[in-house]
């Protein structure tokens, strides 16, 4: 292992010394309650009191088929999907801080609103919802969250 560098004084702070950081782990979560990654990924990985999860979609996770093709279906079960991945973390919806939101068709929106405001209830987390060409398994919706893990 390297040894700790040190920089050089300066005038502002003639004592600057940088010291080697210690690298925190990343935890890796994983719920069984939950569609298991369809790829190379981790569900959710947690890092400095952080939680990123990988994007969700309306996956049964008893089958790994999408839930159907209303888009409400598949909304309501990201959502559920979420939650059990949060869960594995100790972190709920009210721990999340950024949704992105991703989306096949924009007429969809009020829908996803709708439902969005029923999963967070008065908790409003910042969010991006992006239209896209398609999604995995031909899903209508997609959603990841970064959470603070209390």
């Not at 939950?34 to 990985?45: D, E, K, L, T």
């Not at 439902?115 to 999604?135: N, Q």
């Amino acid at each position: 292992m390297p040894s700790p560098r040190k920089s050089a004084p300066t005038k502002t702070n003639p004592s600057r010394v940088l010291r080697a950081k210690v690298r925190e782990p990343i935890a890796v979560f994983h719920s069984d309650q939950a569609p298991a990654a369809i790829g190379p990924y981790s569900q959710a990985v947690g890092v400095g009191g952080w939680l990123y999860t990988a994007g969700q979609v309306g996956l049964d996770p008893a089958t790994g088929n999408l839930v159907g093709s209303d888009f409400a279906a598949q909304a309501r079960q990201v959502f559920a999907n979420l939650d059990a991945v949060l869960a594995t973390a100790g972190c709920g919806l009210g721990d999340v801080l950024k949704a992105t939101v991703f989306i096949t068709d924009f007429a969809n929106f009020p829908t996803l609103n709708a439902i969005y405001a029923e999963a967070f209830g008065d908790h409003k987390p910042a969010r991006s919802t992006v239209a896209v060409a398609a999604l995995p398994k031909g899903a209508l919706v997609e959603i990841d969250l970064v959470a603070r893990i209390p």
